[in-house]
């Protein structure tokens, strides 16, 4: 249950995808790939050198972590950031024919007109032996502005230019992909209430086509409208009042008493049956005109 919106981050992102294909062969559009399809940039930007290199893969959804993170801008931060390579794992400069400190990071090179965020609140315990499900809270806006997380938005942190040839050494005029509005606005949202093992999985859509905006909660055969705002939030997709609670390991995970190979280890709940939410979906808004 805990991978059953897996096959939708896992996506191939590219004309493999086999709906992508079908739609191709019939001669229709290709539905999936103009809406959800976007860009990323991968760099490596030599710190003792002027050279930059780049590489671009499609994707259909952003997969961003929960762990240590108060609020989705602060998990796209972390996405975004990089690492520094360095000493013996220090980036080989083609152009230069050595190797240089580098810094290797994943921005966004075009954003799609419908963006997919997907948090994995996922993983596995090896000292358990279980799934474990992420109970961190993690705070998101009504309005995402995604530029920051560009190659255009990097770019203008760094103040430098915006990415490299493919190959090797930046020059000319930058390539600016970005072209759709890099304002977001919150259009949908899938929560899951369980545990790591089972559960169930609901969403809120926005219908977009109404001048109100209104919000449907969809679960199951069940749709009927629902009044979003933030308290509503709080309850359907943050946990509500539920805050995580630390266990004992050596209790039993369904009866609470002591196992036997009783362990000292305190671990922190991640098995609760509360609702988190665990993808949204934000609607590029329109590009402001100039006048």
């Given at each position: 249950m805990s991978s059953s919106l897996h096959w939708w981050t896992?996506?191939?992102?590219?004309?493999?995808?086999?709906?992508?294909l079908v739609f191709q062969k019939i001669g229709r559009e290709q539905i999936f790939k103009n809406t959800f399809q976007?860009?990323?940039?991968?760099?490596?930007?030599?710190k003792d050198c002027p050279h930059r290199y780049e590489r671009e893969e499609t994707f259909m959804a952003l997969n961003l972590g929960v762990t240590s993170c108060q609020s989705l801008e602060i998990s796209l931060d972390q996405f975004v950031r990089g690492e520094v390579l360095e000493g013996t794992n220090a980036y080989y400069c083609e152009k230069c024919k050595e190797k240089r400190t580098t810094v290797k990071r994943t921005c966004i090179k075009s954003l799609p007109s419908v963006l997919c965020i997907h948090l994995m609140r996922f993983g596995f315990d090896w000292e358990s032996g279980r799934s474990i499900k992420y109970d961190e809270q993690i705070r998101f806006p009504w309005v995402l502005?995604?530029?920051?997380?560009?190659?255009?938005?990097?770019?203008?942190?760094?103040?430098?230019?915006?990415?490299?040839?493919?190959?090797?050494?930046?020059g000319g005029s930058p390539?600016?992909?970005?072209?759709?509005?890099?304002?977001?606005e919150l259009v949908g949202v899938v929560v899951?209430?369980?545990?790591?093992?089972?559960?169930?999985y609901y969403s809120f859509i926005k219908d977009r086509r109404s001048a109100r905006g209104r919000w449907y909660k969809f679960n199951d055969n069940v749709v009927e409208e629902f009044d979003m705002n933030d308290e509503t939030l709080e309850y359907e997709c943050f946990g509500g009042e539920?805050?995580?609670?630390?266990?004992?390991?050596?209790?039993?995970?369904?009866?609470?008493?002591?196992s036997s190979g009783c362990q000292q280890n305190i671990l922190s709940s991640k098995s609760c049956?509360?609702?988190?939410v665990v993808s949204f979906f934000l609607c590029s808004l329109p590009v402001p005109s100039v006048h």
């Open positions: 896992s996506w191939t992102s590219t004309s493999r995808c086999w709906v992508c976007g860009i990323f940039s991968d760099q490596k930007i030599c502005n995604m530029e920051p997380y560009t190659v255009s938005g990097m770019a203008r942190q760094d103040g430098g230019v915006e990415g490299g040839d493919g190959r090797g050494e930046a390539r600016k992909k970005v072209t759709i509005s890099e304002n977001y899951h209430s369980g545990q790591a093992h089972a559960g169930h539920y805050r995580p609670k630390v266990y004992d390991q050596c209790k039993s995970y369904l009866t609470g008493r002591p049956d509360v609702p988190w």
